[in-house]
């Protein structure tokens, strides 16, 4: 659960920072939004949350 709300977070500034720095309309930001909301509940929804679950465990396994 603490991954999905980071998660969120993280992709919220980055829609953020889209929107004032390179351009990106409110219009576009909201298809992302419900682009994102109809893929959660589609059958493929399992599957990116296992891949995103994969590549934060690979990512935190990470040794600098």
């Given at each position: 659960m603490a991954l999905s709300i980071s998660a969120?977070?993280?992709f919220a500034i980055m829609v953020f920072?889209?929107?004032?720095?390179s351009g990106l309309k409110a219009g576009h930001a909201?298809?992302?939004?419900?682009?994102g909301?109809?893929?959660a509940s589609s059958s493929i929804a399992p599957t990116?949350?296992?891949?995103?679950t994969?590549?934060?465990?690979?990512?935190?396994?990470?040794?600098f």
């Open positions: 969120v977070v993280l920072i889209l929107i004032r720095k909201i298809v992302c939004v419900l682009l909301f109809y893929l990116i949350s296992e891949l995103t994969n590549v934060a465990g690979m990512i935190g396994g990470i040794k």
